[in-house]
């Protein structure tokens, strides 16, 4: 059964330069304005008892989208169905009047979600309990700390025992025993069958939490499947964004040595551009002289898409004796079981004299990715047990 259903969403705003600007365009009928497209096209949807995440950069139209699936903000174009009953904690004290006592807001936002007065005097000392506010429900909301403000919020939105929560990032705010009681709350929610929508820049929460995600880039959707691909995809974006170097042949004009080829191999001996981690793999490399043969060494450095370098050695760090360099020669490295973690990375290699101190030249493979779905964190899997006591 489908919990949320959205459709072709589309969110445009019209900005004006100034307000006479709005006023013209009213009178004479005539457009005034640009307009700024928030969303466009946006499609997915949500199982019942699923628990989805939205993920993106700041300004990709991820809090107007929670907007519109809370239908506190109408779309310019596109269908939305919600089957159930939904509540959402969106802006930090959306919905609270400042001067108004913490009581009053309870019962203020919980006749908002559709409560009763009966209800909400059913249900008040349990969103007081679990809000930790104690005395200081009785003071006006624009005393409360942001902290305050959170506790007060997720308090009432989970009272009226939602078919479907929406969440922002609201709460990153609470201290960490809120969070906490806020995270256990979510999971019985999960657990009891219920729907949950949750945004968050916390990619840990989104892949512990969520079966799928939507990454959104721009307005538009960047991506919507499993949670493990999207937050892979997404974080290769981030790192894309932050590249600090990337794979370049660097030949030395004047050298007499000069690397010819760098491929990245299957077992099978296949050039390849992605790979599963642990499968093997082997790193090509051929050499073109146009001296007598020389002595020297071979190094390689695997690096990842924003430049961070994740390994690298040479055959002098490995004590090999220096190698002879002649034309057309090739050199293969095995890897037998490739440890990387998902993410894209490529090789840089170097060729160098007998002291491995000279470069002759250094060149690099194309990018390659690598993809698994674990859910640890990182560039590599370390092997490990865990040796736990028991009592």
């Not at 259903?5 to 705003?13: D, E, G, I, P, S």
């Not at 939205?54 to 929670?66: Q, R, V």
């Not at 491995?356 to 899997?381: H, Y």
């Amino acid at each position: 059964m489908i919990a949320v259903q959205a459709l072709n969403l589309r969110k445009v705003y019209k900005l004006y330069e100034s307000p006479p600007q709005r006023l013209k365009e009213i009178i004479l009928r005539r457009p005034f304005h640009k307009e700024f497209v928030a969303l466009q096209d946006i499609s997915f949807s949500v199982s019942k008892g699923e628990t989805f995440g939205i993920i993106g950069e700041n300004g990709a139209g991820k809090s107007t989208l929670l907007k519109i699936l809370a239908k506190t903000l109408k779309p310019t174009s596109g269908e939305l169905s919600i089957t159930g009953r939904s509540t959402a904690l969106l802006e930090l004290g959306a919905g609270f009047n400042p001067e108004l006592t913490g009581e009053e807001n309870i019962y203020l936002n919980a006749y908002l979600l559709g409560l009763s007065k009966r209800e909400v005097d059913e249900k008040k000392r349990e969103i007081i309990d679990f809000s930790e506010l104690g005395d200081s429900i009785g003071r006006p909301v624009k005393t409360y700390s942001s902290g305050m403000h959170v506790r007060l919020a997720f308090s009432v939105a989970i009272s009226v025992n939602p078919d479907i929560l929406i969440i922002d990032e609201a709460l990153s705010v609470g201290d960490q025993h809120f969070q906490k009681k806020c995270i256990d709350r979510m999971m019985d929610f999960r657990k009891s069958g219920k729907t949950i929508v949750f945004c968050s820049h916390s990619l840990y929460h989104i892949q512990e939490l969520c079966n799928k995600a939507a990454w959104m880039l721009n307005g538009t959707l960047q991506m919507y499947d499993l949670t493990e691909r999207v937050v892979n995809e997404y974080q290769n974006y981030l790192r894309e964004k932050d590249r600090k170097d990337e794979p370049a042949i660097e030949h030395s004009a004047e050298s007499p040595i000069t690397i010819k080829e760098v491929s990245i191999l299957n077992k099978e001996g296949n050039p390849v551009d992605r790979i599963n981690s642990f499968q093997p793999l082997y790193l090509k490399i051929k050499i073109r002289s146009s001296v007598p043969p020389l002595k020297g060494h071979i190094g390689f450095a695997l690096g990842r898409n924003d430049g961070e370098t994740c390994f690298a050695t040479t055959t002098h760090f490995d004590k090999h004796e220096s190698l002879t360099l002649t034309n057309d020669l090739e050199i293969r490295i095995v890897f037998p079981s490739f440890p990387l973690l998902n993410g894209i990375y490529f090789f840089r290699v170097t060729v160098a004299d007998e002291t491995a101190l000279i470069q002759f030249d250094t060149a690099s493979s194309t990018f390659f990715s690598v993809f698994n779905s674990r859910k640890e964190l990182g560039m590599f899997f370390l092997e490990h047990t865990w040796e736990l006591e028991k009592h």
